[in-house]
């Protein structure tokens, strides 16, 4: 058993994709767009490091000897780490590019619509999700939790299934507040649109 191994290796997903979910999470406040920028462009680094650590776990539990539990404690937050590979990456480097066009004003305080953007479900949930995941590695790395067919398991899995819905839906409400806050002065703009008195 390299209990120790497991451990490292789980800590290494904890402490990588909790970050990055934390990370997401204060995107949409950035103060400028520069800060917008650097906050998407290290989240991207974030990602990158996750998944790094993921293709890391079965070959650093292939050179060592004895059983690991640590690839059946990556398997749980491997699924909501493959959306953020795929959609989530795709929507920070929309962000980023976004906040990028203010090169010339760093200091350019961020568009609701970008801001916006930043605060969109599929950027938040799963990175905030393969977050709570690997939370639940920790227990199966150090063999407190047996994979399959423990009750705990079941209890870790209907706690973060719970978990995630309440983080889609208070995402789902943050980018639906932000979305009507860009779109506000484009109605206000509708009302004062000029009357030809002409007529």
């Known amino acids: 058993m390299n209990i120790v191994a497991d451990l490292i290796l789980a800590g290494a997903l904890v402490a990588v994709w909790l970050t ?35 293709v890391a776990i079965p070959l650093v539990t292939g050179l ?15 699924v909501p780490a493959l959306v953020a590979l795929t959609a989530t990456l795709h929507r920070v480097a929309q962000v980023r590019r976004g906040a990028g066009a203010f090169d010339t004003a760093p200091r350019t305080p961020v568009p609701p ?18 977050g709570l995941a690997t939370l639940i590695s920790l227990p199966i790395a150090g063999g407190l939790v047996e994979v399959p067919g423990t009750d705990l398991a079941g209890i870790a899995i209907t706690v973060v299934g719970v978990a995630v819905l309440a ?31 002409s007529r």
Request: charge should be positive; aromatic fraction near 2%.
């Open 113 to 130: 619509g970008l801001r916006a953007a930043a605060a969109h479900p599929l950027i938040l949930v799963p990175l905030q999700v393969t």
């Open 64 to 78: 060592l000897p004895g059983d690991s539990a640590a690839p059946a404690a990556a398997l749980l937050p491997a």
């Open 20 to 54: 990055a979910g934390l990370l997401a999470d204060s995107l949409p406040s950035a103060r400028s767009a520069l800060q917008m920028r650097r906050r998407a462009g290290l989240l991207t680094a974030l990602v990158a490091g996750g998944a790094a650590v993921f």
């Open 167 to 197: 983080i889609g839906i208070r995402a789902g409400l943050r980018h639906s507040r932000l979305s009507l806050q860009a779109l506000a002065p484009i109605g206000r703009n509708r009302l004062r649109a000029p009357v030809d008195s």
